[in-house]
């Protein structure tokens, strides 16, 4: 896993409950996307030369631990897997100090033309970076949540 982003938690992004709302994780770990897509040579910068750019089509929050005004955190990132045309990662969030788990961001994103907005196959230079992160990221654990979904809560029997 590599570090995407770090940051505190800045009092604007503080609810009514005194900790950190929950839209303000996605912001976090849509800004530390931008690091990691950068690292990968996908998206991003990378489509202005190559006219291609990157669409999330799923992407999901497990939130362990609350995070309260200051408090700082970094986020890793980790690349699970990919194809021809799409990506698989995951982003834990971390507390600063004892690197405790806050919450995980799963992610799926396509690679899209920008000019016809279909998907399309990475072009050799992302295919490079995917490749690059996948031998740095192939080995290690992945989180047991990756891949789960929501469970329905039945309606109580009365």
């Known amino acids: 896993m590599r570090e995407t982003f770090s940051g505190c938690v800045e009092e604007a992004w503080i609810d009514l409950n005194q900790h950190m709302n929950m839209g303000y994780y996605l912001v976090v770990f849509d800004l530390a996307t931008a690091n990691f897509y950068r690292d990968l040579n996908i998206g991003g910068v990378c489509h202005l ?22 408090e700082a955190f970094v986020i890793h990132s980790q690349l699970l897997g990919f194809d021809h045309n799409k990506v698989h990662y995951l982003h834990k969030m971390l507390t600063a100090d004892e690197l405790e788990l806050v919450a995980m961001n799963e992610c799926m994103s396509i690679n899209v033309d920008e000019r016809s907005r279909k998907s399309t196959p990475f072009n050799e230079a992302s295919v490079a970076g995917l490749r690059k992160a996948r031998f740095e990221d192939e080995g290690l654990e992945v989180d047991p949540w990756v891949g789960q979904s929501l469970r329905q809560i ?5």
């Open 49 to 70: 030369e190559s006219g291609q750019t990157i669409f999330s089509i799923e992407s999901r929050i497990c939130y362990r631990k609350e995070l309260r005004l200051g």
């Open 154 to 158: 039945k309606w109580p029997v009365e």
